[in-house]
């Protein structure tokens, strides 16, 4: 069985001043911003044994009217799958829980669900970033003269290049540059495997302009190989980085433990 190792990041903790009793998610975004990568404005998190906070920050993004995300941070992770609530209003809320099962529950219960994780779990509430007009998008980091870029309009990360209708872009980079002819090249082969719709050189420029300096991914790359960086790009332009992965960060459990 894969799982995730929590104590990825144990050797970057001082260094970096990494709360290390903290779930690994929260330690990867704390990570990210002492590295200068622009996170989410809007995120506000706490304990999920904080009920008080917890249903005041509820109350809150419900009044807002727009969809928003509870994001659930376990410590220690069950499986590989987060459990994430998304709330569409009051009265419909889509719970996923850490196998992956989904169902629409109420905000009621979905507070009764939350208050019944561990004391160490985490939740952070956000407006849900993900419409018809924002990018998901990933770049895998190889090294400072190499790296790869994919894209898709009105998609998740989890669903990242699925739809060959949408707007898309997979191609290599640079020092974090895209050139004119790659960008042609990248988007003659993306239409041979049946990419139609291709995203813009403009908004790969734009994407690619508003990454953080270079040594902020080699800061990644020495912690370990291939940082892979998630993130979202808005309507309005702003890059929101999500959430960075390594290949060594998943190791196998093994069995009786």
């Known amino acids: 069985m894969i799982v995730m190792n929590e ?39 706490c304990r999920s ?5 917890v249903k005041q920050f509820l109350d809150e993004y419900c009044s807002e009217g727009c969809p928003f995300l509870i994001i659930v941070s376990e410590k220690p992770m069950h499986t590989l799958v987060p459990p994430l609530f998304v709330v569409n209003s009051s009265d419909s809320v889509q719970w996923r829980d850490d196998q992956g099962v989904k169902q629409v529950i ?19 509430f956000t407006p849900r970033p ?3 007009r924002a990018i998901a998008g990933r770049l895998i980091y190889t090294s400072m003269d190499n790296q790869v870029l994919e894209i898709q309009q ?6 990242l290049i699925n739809d060959r209708q949408l707007p898309t872009y997979v191609g290599e980079l640079s020092f974090l540059e895209v050139t ?3 960008y042609l090249d990248d988007s003659r082969r993306l239409r041979e495997i049946g990419y139609l719709n291709i995203c813009s050189f ?5 994407i690619c302009r508003a990454m953080p300096p270079m040594g902020s991914f080699e800061e990644l790359r020495l912690i370990s190989r291939l940082p892979t960086l998630e993130f979202a790009f808005t309507e309005t332009g702003r890059l929101m980085a999500i959430d960075i992965d390594w290949p060594a960060q998943y190791v196998e459990k093994k069995r009786g433990r």
């Open 154 to 159: 009105c998609t998740v990360p989890a669903k």
């Open 49 to 53: 044994s904080e009920a008080k906070k």
């Open 130 to 132: 993900w419409n018809e």
């Open 106 to 124: 109420s905000t009621d219960k979905a507070l009764a669900v939350i208050g019944q994780y561990p004391q160490t779990t985490w939740v952070e």
């Open 202 to 206: 403009g908004v790969i420029r734009s």
């Open 7 to 45: 104590c990825f990041l144990a050797n970057a903790g001082s260094k970096y001043d990494i709360d290390l009793s903290l779930p690994l998610r929260l330690q990867k975004r704390a990570l990210l911003k002492a590295l200068g990568f622009p996170g989410d404005p809007k995120l506000k998190g």
């Open 180 to 182: 004119r002819r790659g």
